[in-house]
């Protein structure tokens, strides 16, 4: 019985995958923890295709809304999830990494002294020549004329003013500066979902 289900499965990965009309690889699957909130909004926590069925078969997972696409074998017949829920909770951690990426996430990917957008590096508040660490609380974005600017100077010796002083995020306040960056393409069944900083329709 088990090996006939493992020949299904196959059949089933198979079929989707060798039909190019289907496009299924731009059928990600929202993945919601047990209590139904998303794993991550930035980035938005997504599966791909084959990923959210094999954890359907594995029982990890209840599907919660699917495309209208579906993959075929010769038993089977079945829709592609677009929305999961995780069976059992995953607990967040209470802090995040200590990334370039989270860093920037944090600082709203802008510069902490003039608030553009581009080119941006990393500073040290306080240079490390004056001891001032590689940690949260002391490093900020930058652009680089900005960094080029401020060189190994305080900001108050290269007269420049940080726009938020650096601090250690909690996992939560990384995912609600997330919520402010919504990716291009959302799905209509991943809408009620998500929350995102964004207007919504009259």
């Given at each position: 019985m088990?090996?006939?289900?493992?020949?299904?499965?196959?059949?089933?990965?198979?079929?989707?995958?060798?039909?190019?009309?289907?496009?299924?690889?731009?059928?990600?699957?929202?993945?919601?923890?047990?209590?139904?909130?998303?794993?991550?909004?930035?980035?938005?926590?997504?599966?791909?295709?084959?990923?959210?069925?094999?954890?359907?078969?594995?029982?990890?997972?209840d599907?919660?809304a699917?495309?209208?696409?579906?993959?075929?074998?010769?038993?089977?017949?079945?829709?592609?999830?677009?929305?999961?829920?995780?069976?059992?909770?995953?607990?967040?951690?209470?802090?995040?990494?200590?990334?370039?990426?989270?860093?920037?996430?944090?600082?709203?990917?802008?510069?902490?002294?003039?608030?553009?957008?581009?080119?941006?590096?990393?500073?040290?508040?306080?240079?490390?020549?004056?001891?001032?660490?590689?940690?949260?609380?002391?490093?900020?974005?930058a652009?680089?004329?900005?960094?080029?600017?401020?060189?190994?100077?305080?900001?108050?010796?290269?007269?420049?003013?940080?726009?938020?002083?650096?601090?250690?995020?909690?996992?939560?306040?990384?995912?609600?500066?997330?919520?402010?960056?919504?990716?291009?393409?959302?799905?209509?069944?991943?809408?009620?979902?998500?929350?995102?900083?964004?207007?919504?329709?009259?």
């Amino acid at each position: 019985m088990f090996k006939t289900e493992l020949i299904e499965r196959a059949a089933v990965f198979r079929s989707a995958h060798e039909d190019p009309h289907r496009r299924l690889e731009s059928c990600p699957a929202l993945v919601l923890n047990a209590d139904y909130t998303p794993l991550s909004y930035y980035p938005l926590s997504l599966w791909p295709w084959q990923t959210a069925i094999k954890a359907v078969f594995l029982e990890r997972v209840d599907i919660v809304a699917t495309y209208d696409r579906a993959v075929h074998s010769q038993s089977l017949d079945m829709k592609v999830p677009s929305v999961i829920a995780l069976r059992q909770y995953v607990k967040p951690s209470q802090f995040p990494a200590f990334t370039r990426f989270n860093l920037f996430l944090r600082d709203r990917f802008s510069c902490q002294y003039c608030g553009v957008q581009k080119d941006l590096t990393y500073d040290h508040v306080v240079p490390r020549r004056q001891g001032g660490k590689t940690t949260w609380e002391n490093i900020a974005t930058a652009c680089a004329p900005c960094n080029m600017k401020k060189g190994g100077r305080t900001p108050k010796e290269a007269g420049m003013h940080l726009q938020y002083q650096p601090i250690r995020p909690t996992s939560w306040q990384l995912q609600q500066q997330g919520k402010s960056f919504p990716p291009n393409f959302l799905h209509e069944t991943w809408r009620d979902w998500l929350y995102w900083d964004i207007e919504l329709e009259a």
